[in-house]
């Protein structure tokens, strides 16, 4: 089953984060990566850039595009791992030893629903499926 694990920052964790040189921040990463990597767990991992996003707010009609993605939470969202494991046990516990520290740093895990939970009978589903299927996703 598969698990995204989020990585979560507030101002306070960037902050802190300023001091800290860039090339131990890779090191650590790229460790961690590896370590997921040999164990044969690690399906995606991709980092967000802080800068240049936009929120599309669908609470009206049609909807408002407003700069920056943080504009209604004091909380960031810096990048992410897919993580395909036996149970969210195992996941919390990749989340654990994640190389994330300071204030407000914060790992949020979440299960990754699959295509066959939906009903297979569903023309949006099959089309969904053939398009996995052609781009070998399945």
Do not use: H
Not at 36 to 57: N, P, Q, S
Request: hydrophobic share 40%; proline share 4%; charged share 30%.
């Amino acid at each position: 089953m598969r698990f995204m694990l989020i990585m979560r920052a507030t101002d306070e964790t960037i902050q802190a984060y300023q001091d800290v040189d860039f090339g131990e921040i890779m090191e650590s990463m790229g460790k961690f990566a590896d370590e997921m990597i040999r164990a044969g767990v690690l399906v995606a991992t991709e980092g967000l850039d802080t800068a240049g996003g936009v929120v599309v707010d669908y609470s009206t009609e049609p909807p408002v595009v407003t700069d920056g993605p943080y504009g209604e939470t004091k909380e960031l969202f810096g990048g992410f791992w897919i993580l395909n494991v036996a149970s969210r046990e195992e996941a919390v516990e990749w989340a654990r030893r994640a190389p994330m520290t300071g204030p407000g740093a914060k790992c949020e895990i979440r299960r990754i629903t699959s295509i066959e939970e939906f009903p297979q009978d569903n023309v949006w589903i099959q089309k969904e499926r053939a398009w996995r299927e052609a781009t070998g996703q399945l």
